[in-house]
């Protein structure tokens, strides 16, 4: 069946420190692969996501790249900012989304 | 952009009484819409899926009977929790996909606590 093994949480970083934030998965067939974050108190925001091999998702300064030999769609970002503190979930969507457990990201200054 | 939303955020109820949970689709149209269930730090788990004007599809494990759903019109989604105990306590998550974009956007979420 499908599944996803997200890295484990809680995560605090100092501002402008490099972030990864490990993701794997198992699915039949070639999923499209999804980040998605949740701000406190907010709901689910899409953060990026790659529908094939090799394609790489980006946005915010967040960047992903959907590795099909090693089955992981691991989440960085170069530098992060207090702003970005929130729950970050790694979600593979083949006929229905399948979600990590969420890793929990705060930035310090 | 679109946003869902989900009415109320949290709710606290008696053992054995029902509560309704409503998930909306302000600036588009949803002819599907998603219920999910959220264990603390655990995952989001599909409940089932809503078709506006049809019945629900229960994922396996899913009690019909105790959570009933209803998707009435293209904007609205409604989750009740019949005869609530204290293991429906959980964090529930809507989803609605736009008719058009068939993007999937996720509402904020309503904690249920059953005492």
């Known amino acids: 069946g499908n599944s996803v093994t997200q890295m484990e949480g809680p995560v605090t970083l100092s501002e402008e420190a490099f972030l990864t934030i490990n993701c794997t998965y198992t699915a039949t067939g070639y999923p499209s692969l999804f980040w998605y974050v949740q701000y406190p108190g907010e709901g689910l925001q899409l953060l990026l996501k790659a529908t094939k091999a090799d394609d790489k998702g980006s946005n915010k300064g967040f960047e992903a790249t959907y590795r099909k030999e090693t089955t992981s769609f691991h989440l960085e970002k170069g530098s992060v900012q207090v702003s970005d503190s929130a729950v970050y979930f790694c979600?593979?969507?083949?006929?229905?989304?399948?979600f990590g457990t969420g890793t929990s990201l705060t930035v310090i200054p | 952009g679109a946003v869902v939303s989900q009415h109320p955020s949290w709710v606290i109820c008696k053992s054995g009484t029902s509560v309704k949970i409503e998930c909306r689709s302000l600036d588009f149209q949803a002819t599907t819409m998603f219920w999910y269930r959220q264990f603390p730090k655990q995952s989001l788990m599909l409940m089932a899926t809503s078709n506006e004007g049809s019945k629900a599809t229960y994922e396996q494990g899913v009690e019909k009977d105790k959570f009933l759903i209803n998707h009435a019109s293209l904007t609205l989604s409604t989750l009740t929790v019949t005869s609530a105990h204290p293991e429906d306590s959980s964090f529930y998550i809507c989803s609605a996909r736009d008719r058009k974009s068939l993007e999937q956007y996720f509402g904020p979420g309503t904690r249920l606590t059953v005492t």
């Open positions: 979600a593979p969507y083949g006929n229905q989304f399948y």
